[in-house]
Each structure stands twice: as C-alpha cells, then as structure tokens.
C-alpha cells in the first residue's frame, strides 16, 4: 500500500508539469509530423497522403540550399560576434568600479526592446538617402550602400541588428561567471609574470566555457529561429538574399499555402538543430571546463 502511494505521488507530481508538454509540443509535433506527409493547402478540408513526396520536393530544391546556406551563414555571423562582445563587454566592465550598472543597464537595453520595434527602428538607420548610417558614412568620405535593397549587404544588415540586440544579454551571463573566477588564480598568473593573453587563454576562457557552451546553444538556436527582423526589414529579399529556414517556412505555409511540404520543412529545421545541439554537447567533452 505504501509503495502504490509513493508511485501515486510521484505520478501526480511528474504527471501535471507534463500536461502543458503534451500539449503545446508532443502533440502538435506529431500532427505537424502527420501533416508532413499530405498535400493539405490550408483552407480546403480535402487532403491527400503524399507520404514522403514533400521531403523529396524540399530536399531536391534550389531554394532549399539556398536558404540552408544562408541560415548557416546568419547563424555563424551572429552568434561567434554575439559571444567575442559579450565575454568583451564583460571583462572590460568587471573592474569598472563606478557607472557599471548603467553601462550594463545601457548594453542590456536592446536585449529588452522588442525586435520588431528595433527592426523598424534600424530600417530608417539604413535608409540610402536620409538615414544615420550613410549620413556618417558621407561626413567620412566612405562609400554609401543601399544596405537594404542591394543583396550584397542585406544580410549583413540584419546581422548587425542581431548581434546589437544579442551581446548585452551574453555580457550578462559573462559577467555572472567572471565574478565566480578565484581572483587568486589573477595574482598567482601576476606573480608568474603572465601576459594579458595568457590570463585569459589558461584562466578566463577555460573557466568561463560553460556559459560559452550554453550561450552558443541557445544563440544559435535563436539564430534558426530568426524570423521578425527579416519580415520588417528585407522580407527575405532582395533576390531571396536574406531568406532563411524559417522565412521560407513562413513563405511555403502563408503565402503559397502549401502546408504540407511547410510542415516537411518544419520538421527539418527541428532535426538539423538538434543534430547542431548534440554535435556542440559531444565536442564540448574537450573543450568545456566543469
């Protein structure tokens, strides 16, 4: 009787915490999985099972590598530039004794402003005539793009909006592990006569590596999912230039309402993230510091 109480208990306390997961993420990935394997348009009630036609559509399509290529070019141009600024911006505010709070206040702002606002905000920064940027760029002499209509730098555009919103939020982390690191460990590299460089290859950097694992993880996760920049400021063009993964998704599913080869990409986009979060979590056996 004891031990059916204890499994009772054990059910009730593990039982309700699952029922949002059921909910919003096993069952709708089982009907998008489901949904993945018809022809359904959206609208009309009549579908037909395709089975594996809509992976074969997507894997055997131009757009598709091109938006795999700039997914990944996105992914590693923001998030390798997100975690340089935010161990950066860290280490220089960690001896920082006065203003600290509002600095860090300051280069956490963007992380709390919705994207979408700074997005349109950003977009009258890049405007070609009258914007802040070129008008800068004209005082210095220096060449003035069309950031956002020319392929060129539409992408980088929106990278620079990334990486601006995301290295606060990863300088505060960084600055959560720094303040754990022994100062004993600085005094002892002093009195050995180490460089700055060496204090940070042998002290910082190993110590501070599992946030460095964890920011990585979710940055790039972020980075898949990036969606509200490029709808309000290049809506994946010019030329498909900034069309990603996920805009494409967007793409297949609300505007050519082909829900069935969107939900096919869908699961793709899933199984390639967790495929990236399972290769970071083995390499980081070698690399990660405990």
């Known amino acids: ?5 204890r499994y ?38 009549e579908y037909s099972h395709v089975m594996l036609e809509n992976y074969q559509t997507i894997l ?9 290529k700039n997914t990944a070019f996105f992914s590693v141009m923001t998030v390798i530039p997100t975690i340089i600024f935010g161990l950066l911006f860290a280490s220089l505010l960690k001896n920082v004794m006065k203003g600290s ?29 009258v914007g802040l940027l070129n008008q800068l760029l004209g005082l210095l ?21 990334s990486i601006w ?19 004993e460990l600085y005094e002892v590299g002093d009195i050995e006569g180490t460089s700055w460089w060496q204090n940070s290859r042998f002290i910082t950097i190993p110590l ?17 999912q990036a969606y509200d920049q490029i709808q309000v400021m290049t809506q994946g063009g010019p030329a498909g230039s900034t069309r990603t993964l996920l805009y494409l998704y ?8 082909n829900m069935g080869q969107a939900t096919a990409l869908s699961t793709l986009i899933v199984l390639l993230t967790g495929v990236l979060a399972f290769l970071l979590f083995y390499t980081s056996k070698k690399w990660v510091h405990y």
């Open 250 to 257: 967007y793409q297949m599913a609300f505007e050519q309402f």
């Open 60 to 68: 055997t399509s131009d757009n598709f590598y091109a938006a795999l």
């Open 8 to 45: 009772g208990l054990l059910l009730f306390f593990v039982g309700i915490p699952l029922i949002p997961l059921l909910a919003f993420w096993f069952i709708p990935m089982f009907v998008s999985l489901w949904l993945s394997t018809t022809d359904w348009d959206y609208i009309s009630p």
């Open 208 to 224: 501070v590596s599992p946030t460095t694992l964890f920011l990585i993880i979710i940055s790039l996760i972020d980075a898949i």
């Open 101 to 129: 709070t509002l600095l860090k206040s300051l280069l956490f702002s963007p992380w709390i402003t919705p994207m979408v606002a700074m997005s349109i905000v950003w977009t009258w920064i890049f405007q070609p005539d």
């Open 141 to 161: 002499h220096l060449p003035q793009p069309s950031w956002l209509t020319d392929s060129d730098t539409a992408m980088w555009s929106i990278i620079i909006v």
């Open 1 to 5: 009787m004891e031990l059916i109480r």
């Open 165 to 183: 919103k995301n290295a606060g939020w990863a300088m505060i982390f960084y600055a959560d592990a720094l303040s754990k690191i022994p100062g």
